[in-house]
């Protein structure tokens, strides 16, 4: 089963700015969206929200939370999507999940902990 690969979590400082990757083999990825999610911790039962999402043209949807402060791209030589993220709120606080939609496959989440 193809399964993306998430890396770049960690701890930061508000204000600050970390960057994540997600790296997808097995598809033609240049052919495929990719989409961010987020789920804070402590809230299973909480529905992932959007982050973003980018289409194979390059087109990109935000969510409304991160509007102006996060940036997605891609690289498909490199088969992989990455999320830039500035000016980061405690609020931003949560496990951030690599999507692709086309095959309904979810990676394992990477955590991201903004401290005030």
């Known amino acids: 089963q193809v399964q993306p690969v998430e890396s770049g979590g960690g701890a930061v400082q508000a204000g600050g700015s970390l960057r994540l990757s997600c790296v997808v083999s097995?598809?033609?990825?240049?052919?495929?969206?990719m989409g961010w999610y987020r789920q804070a911790p402590g809230n299973p039962g909480k529905q992932r929200e959007l982050v973003g999402i980018i289409g194979r043209g390059g087109s990109i949807n935000y969510g409304d939370s991160v509007k102006g402060r996060f940036t997605i791209s891609r690289d498909n030589a490199k088969n992989t999507v990455y999320l830039q993220m500035n000016s980061l709120k405690p609020d931003d606080t949560a496990v951030y999940y690599c999507?692709?939609?086309?095959?309904?496959?979810w990676g394992s989440g990477t955590l991201v902990t903004v401290s005030s």
């Open positions: 097995g598809i033609s990825f240049s052919f495929a969206a």
């Open positions: 999507y692709v939609p086309t095959i309904d496959s």
